[in-house]
């Protein structure tokens, strides 16, 4: 089953191509590895393929749906990445960074269930 596939995809930015003629396709259970020197386009390509960067040309495709159409719940649901940029968290306690991949299960006020909230309340207490 192919869970990741692009065709034709450029990534790059403003009307700066990176890296062009993408073709992937990616099924369950594979591991994929890109390898490239520093300035490559590696982040790049991640980004775009996490729908957190627009393609310059080409499709991108998450379980066959276009991964542009998936509303940001459903893109939570099924595809998490973390980049090696430093973020600072400011003043937020190690509940509430766990909490936040919890997103897409939180009820229309943002509250995770209590059975989840409690579970994770216990492995943050340290």
């Not at 960067?53 to 649901?77: E, F, I």
Request: net charge positive; charged share 15%; hydrophobic share 40%.
């Amino acid at each position: 089953m192919k869970v990741l596939q692009t065709c034709d995809l450029a990534v790059g930015y403003g009307t700066r191509t990176v890296v062009n003629d993408i073709n992937l396709d990616a099924l369950k259970g594979q591991f994929i590895c890109l390898l490239g020197p520093n300035g490559s386009g590696k982040s790049t390509i991640l980004r775009c393929l996490a729908g957190l960067l627009a393609p310059l040309r080409g499709s991108v495709y998450l379980k066959g749906n276009q991964l542009y159409t998936l509303g940001p719940g459903d893109l939570a649901r099924t595809m998490a990445v973390v980049l090696t940029e430093r973020l600072s968290p400011g003043l937020l306690t190690a509940f509430e960074v766990v909490a936040m991949g919890r997103y897409p299960y939180t009820d229309f006020w943002g509250h995770l269930p209590k059975k989840i909230g409690a579970k994770l309340k216990r492995l943050c207490a340290w």
